[in-house]
Nanobody, 121 residues
């Protein structure tokens, strides 16, 4: 349904920052709940952040206070600003899109390819 193109991943030292971007296709972006998940080897995929059409946000405890999810509906783009990065943030980060209800159900319809974030110590 939705094509997602991610950018912004890379290698950063602990304490540094990265901003991930996810560009979505279609004309109904403003009606989607958008999210970021991450998955590290040997660990379950975990929700990092989500933002609903009204701009409400939620965060995993691990990123609270360091990560900010935002959206620009004019650009059909969702962002994840990551500050004060830690080695344990190292993972593949996936952008995802769902209906409005996905903010609560966490059932997302579309997934990006994933972008690697590596934080060195």
């Amino acid at each position: 349904q939705v094509q997602l193109v991610e950018s912004g991943g890379g290698l950063v030292q602990a304490g540094g920052s990265l901003r991930l971007s996810c560009a979505a296709s279609g004309s109904t972006f403003s009606a989607n709940t958008m999210g970021w998940y991450r998955q590290a080897p040997g660990k379950q995929r975990e929700l990092v952040a989500a933002i609903n059409p009204g701009g409400n946000t939620k965060y995993a405890d691990s990123g609270k206070g360091r990560f900010t999810i935002s959206r620009d509906n004019a650009k059909n783009t969702v962002y994840l600003q990551m500050n004060s990065l830690k080695p344990e943030d190292t993972a593949v980060y996936h952008c995802c899109a769902g209906t409005r209800a996905a903010y609560f159900t966490l059932k997302f319809d579309s997934w990006g390819q994933g972008t690697q974030v590596t934080v060195s110590s």
